[in-house]
């Protein structure tokens, strides 16, 4: 059951947030310079402290949409940076892609935690069937979650139940831009790569444990 009034209260709080813009630009700019540093996850560490990760990825995921302006690629950045997955041409591949080509079809929340899901989970082998099938079961569960959580996985439906009463189509025109903008939109809107960044990464570290 989504939580329409705790949604609509995290929305309130990033429209407030005294963001570090300086800062977010900084580590925004070192990844695109040095790019996304490997690492060698800790199976054990990762659950062990699997809230603050969390958390940390959700609120990177919030700054990186204010900064960045593109919900798809924030979503999949946080997650990335965390695990140390892809690299920057990911995020590049990603441009089209808030609202699904701006035709507000699939929110980048989405988008952008299904393909840090395809990174963790997902083989560059083409004939690797079964990190295809690992990667669609948790593309499922990843889609049930984000819509439970969320409300919906559309653009249209977000704007008007959580965010602006209303669906802004932002990408409709340079008015509507502006407009969305003015609005704090990618303040407010960076609740839903706040939300696909932690879902997608709650997956990841929930398939670290033993079954």
């Known amino acids: 059951m989504t939580d329409y009034k705790v949604l609509k209260t995290r929305v309130k709080e990033l429209a407030g947030r005294d963001w ?26 990762l659950p062990a402290n699997k809230q603050q990760i969390l958390d940390r990825v959700q609120l ?3 700054e990186y949409n204010l900064v960045a302006r593109n919900c798809a690629r924030s979503t999949a950045l946080a997650a990335m940076e965390e695990f140390g ?15 699904f080509g701006g035709t507000g079809w699939m929110c980048g929340g989405v988008t952008g935690g ?20 690992r990667t669609i079961m ?37 008015e509507n831009m502006e ?20 879902i997608a990464s709650e997956i990841i570290i929930d398939s670290m444990q033993p079954r």
């Open 85 to 99: 997955l892809g690299n920057m041409a990911v995020t590049k591949a990603l441009s089209p892609f808030p609202g």
């Open 179 to 198: 407009a969305f903008a003015q609005e704090k939109g990618f303040a407010k809107c960076g609740v839903f790569p706040g939300i696909g960044a932690r």
């Open 60 to 62: 990177r995921a919030e």
């Open 20 to 45: 570090n813009e300086p800062a977010i630009e900084a580590r925004i700019r070192k990844l695109f310079e040095e790019g996304i540093p490997r690492k060698d996850l800790d199976l054990q560490d």
């Open 138 to 174: 948790a593309a499922r569960e990843f889609m049930l979650r984000f819509e439970q959580q969320a409300g919906a996985v559309t653009c249209p439906k977000l704007h008007e139940d959580v965010v602006f009463g209303r669906y802004m189509n932002p990408a409709a025109s340079p």
């Open 114 to 133: 299904l393909i840090a899901l395809g990174l963790y989970f997902g083989s560059e082998d083409l004939q690797d069937h079964e990190a295809v099938r």
